[in-house]
């Protein structure tokens, strides 16, 4: 984090904005249907690598699963 920047001056860390991020993450994939990864980024404005981490973090804690992962029936 650069110092002085606004993160800093509020007293957010990085472990706090990971949080938030997932957080938000969260909130939108149980508050919407058949959500993407794609429609995620756009919807946060999350990178694509910080998004994967985030799902990825989420499906290997079991909270999460890819759909395509899931055999039909």
Same mark, same amino acid.
């Given at each position: 984090?650069?110092?002085? &920047? ?8 990085? =472990? !706090?904005?990971?949080? %938030? ?14 959500? &993407? ?8 404005? =999350? !990178?694509?690598?910080? %998004? ?22």
């Amino acid at each position: 984090m650069e110092k002085g &920047s606004i993160l800093e001056k509020s007293g957010v860390n990085s =472990l !706090t904005v990971k949080e %938030l991020n997932r957080a938000l993450v969260l909130k939108l994939i149980c508050t919407h249907k058949d959500v &993407s990864r794609i429609w995620l980024a756009n919807e946060t404005g =999350l !990178t694509r690598m910080t %998004l994967s981490n985030i799902i990825n973090g989420l499906i290997e804690a079991g909270f999460l699963c890819n759909v395509h992962d899931m055999a039909p029936g």
